[in-house]
């Protein structure tokens, strides 16, 4: 199918085009990093000289603030919005950036160049639009990476999303037939400050305040990313498992999340996980059961082509050429709840207790040198002056597999 320029989603797009972001999540450097931590040859990585794809882009901020970063990393955008593809354009050339581009295309029409990209990402796109764009998503991940690249998709998933999706579906009657966008909003708003009233009133009711949670969350949106993910005309959420197989279908392999820690069973609670073991589920059925026990919303989910070598099991030897940082940071001794060991406070607010001396030594040196990275090599020296490397490896595959560190593949900007 051919775009029609009369899409009335390019049109709203156009007309209120969709706020800027950064995502760290996929930082290049992180991601790169992370396919190495996947490949069990570390000579099939990716090239001296990566190349990212970003597909429905916006303005692009987060290509543009990665290319201000990496210089060595060339970075594509495309978009369908010509508007807001300009944009990108004029303030990319305003900051004299020679390494990204831009290309407005619906996803439908656009055309990849094969083995073409080491990243190719979709943030934000793939539950707001028809079938046959996730479709052509599958198909320009499958066609244009490397055999070593990683696709990353962002999607919303069941249940979680199902409480929000009931609220959405409210608002979307309540706006029927009104096409100015401002006028839809503030009916929304109308409607959202009558639903949070009411379940204020049930402080007792954990249902109550629950879906009180999600009001909040809507109205905390700014106006324009609210008449696209809450008021967008296509609206459709999946199973994990739906997601696996489509893509299956289409010529990729689910490989991973993009934060490790959310795909663990660690941290279930012991009852759960002894159910599960009984279950004896498979990988990818194992996934789909642990977005249930943790009523899952969204993920952001790792492709390879088919044919990839990539394999899920980490490995020591494909560490030594990577540097090392994480986002926690050590937490006060009241946040820490009077626990013998250590506690590390998350971005979000939580506290996570290692458990280990070695491993919570690690996570110490790299706490003590955040944000900066910290190479392979010279963690090792630090950590292993009694000659125990192998528990150093031991404890820093803990940290990687628990989402307390991150990789990084040195680029430009870390050199």
Same mark, same amino acid.
């Given at each position: 199918?051919?775009?029609?320029?009369?899409?009335?989603?390019?049109?709203?797009?156009?007309?209120?085009?969709?706020?800027?972001?950064?995502?760290?999540?996929?930082?290049?450097?992180?991601?790169?990093?992370?396919?190495?931590?996947?490949?069990?040859?570390?000579?099939?990585?990716?090239?001296?000289?990566?190349?990212?794809?970003?597909?429905?882009?916006?303005?692009?901020?987060?290509?543009?603030?990665?290319?201000?970063?990496?210089?060595?990393?060339?970075?594509?955008?495309?978009?369908?919005?010509?508007?807001?593809?300009?944009?990108?354009?004029?303030?990319?050339?305003?900051?004299?950036?020679?390494?990204?581009?831009?290309?407005?295309?619906?996803?439908?029409?656009?055309?990849?160049?094969?083995?073409?990209?080491?990243?190719?990402?979709?943030?934000?796109?793939?539950?707001?639009?028809?079938?046959?764009?996730?479709?052509?998503?599958?198909?320009?991940?499958?066609?244009?990476?490397?055999?070593?690249?990683?696709?990353?998709?962002?999607?919303?998933?069941?249940?979680?999303?199902?409480?929000?999706?009931?609220?959405?579906?409210?608002?979307?009657?309540?706006?029927?037939?009104?096409?100015?966008?401002?006028?839809?909003?503030?009916?929304?708003?109308?409607?959202?400050?009558?639903?949070?009233?009411?379940?204020?009133?049930?402080?007792?009711?954990?249902?109550?305040?629950?879906?009180?949670?999600?009001?909040?969350?809507?109205?905390?949106?700014?106006?324009?990313?609210?008449?696209?993910?809450?008021?967008?005309?296509?609206?459709?959420?999946?199973?994990?498992?739906?997601?696996?197989?489509?893509?299956?279908?289409?010529?990729?392999?689910?490989?991973?999340?993009?934060?490790?820690?959310?795909?663990?069973?660690?941290?279930?609670?012991?009852?759960?996980?002894?159910?599960?073991?009984?279950?004896?589920?498979?990988?990818?059925?194992?996934?789909?059961?642990?977005?249930?026990?943790?009523?899952?919303?969204?993920?952001?989910?790792?492709?390879?082509?088919?044919?990839?070598?990539?394999?899920?099991?980490?490995?020591?030897?494909?560490?030594? #050429?990577?540097?090392?940082?994480?986002? =926690?940071?050590?937490?006060?001794? !009241? *946040?820490? @709840?009077?626990?013998? /060991?250590? &506690? +590390?406070?998350?971005?979000?607010?939580?506290?996570?207790?290692?458990?280990?001396?070695?491993?919570?030594?690690?996570?110490?040196?790299?706490?003590? #040198?955040?944000?900066?990275?910290?190479? =392979?090599?010279?963690?090792?020296? !630090? *950590?292993? @002056?009694?000659?125990? /490397?192998? &528990? +150093?490896?031991?404890?820093?595959?803990?940290?990687?597999?628990?989402?307390?560190?991150?990789?990084?593949?040195?680029?430009?900007?870390?050199?």
């Amino acid at each position: 199918m051919t775009a029609s320029a009369a899409d009335p989603l390019q049109a709203r797009y156009d007309e209120t085009p969709y706020r800027d972001q950064v995502f760290p999540q996929l930082d290049a450097s992180r991601l790169l990093g992370m396919a190495q931590l996947f490949q069990p040859a570390p000579a099939i990585l990716a090239s001296p000289e990566p190349r990212v794809l970003d597909l429905a882009c916006a303005s692009g901020e987060h290509i543009r603030s990665q290319a201000e970063r990496y210089p060595g990393v060339h970075f594509t955008g495309v978009d369908f919005s010509r508007r807001q593809v300009e944009r990108g354009r004029d303030l990319a050339a305003d900051s004299g950036l020679q390494n990204v581009e831009w290309i407005t295309s619906d996803l439908r029409d656009f055309e990849v160049d094969t083995n073409r990209y080491d990243l190719i990402l979709c943030h934000g796109v793939f539950s707001w639009v028809p079938d046959e764009v996730k479709q052509r998503i599958f198909e320009i991940a499958r066609r244009g990476l490397r055999p070593a690249g990683l696709a990353v998709v962002a999607y919303l998933t069941y249940p979680g999303w199902k409480q929000r999706e009931a609220i959405r579906e409210l608002l979307a009657s309540r706006v029927q037939g009104v096409d100015d966008p401002g006028e839809r909003v503030r009916r929304s708003a109308l409607v959202l400050r009558m639903l949070h009233a009411g379940y204020s009133a049930f402080e007792d009711n954990p249902h109550a305040q629950s879906l009180k949670g999600v009001v909040e969350s809507m109205q905390r949106g700014s106006a324009n990313v609210f008449l696209h993910d809450e008021l967008g005309i296509d609206h459709d959420p999946c199973y994990f498992a739906q997601f696996a197989e489509w893509a299956s279908e289409c010529g990729l392999r689910y490989l991973a999340e993009a934060d490790l820690a959310t795909m663990s069973t660690d941290l279930l609670p012991a009852s759960a996980f002894s159910v599960l073991r009984e279950l004896d589920p498979d990988f990818l059925e194992t996934q789909q059961l642990i977005d249930f026990l943790v009523n899952r919303s969204g993920r952001t989910s790792l492709l390879v082509r088919n044919d990839s070598s990539a394999v899920r099991e980490m490995s020591v030897d494909r560490l030594t #050429a990577l540097h090392f940082t994480t986002t =926690f940071k050590t937490a006060t001794p !009241a *946040e820490a @709840s009077g626990e013998s /060991s250590a &506690g +590390f406070e998350a971005p979000a607010g939580h506290v996570v207790h290692v458990g280990d001396t070695g491993t919570e030594s690690v996570l110490s040196r790299l706490v003590q #040198a955040a944000p900066e990275s910290v190479p =392979f090599a010279e963690l090792e020296a !630090a *950590e292993t @002056s009694d000659g125990t /490397s192998e &528990g +150093f490896s031991r404890s820093l595959l803990s940290l990687l597999g628990r989402g307390l560190a991150e990789p990084r593949r040195p680029l430009d900007a870390d050199v």
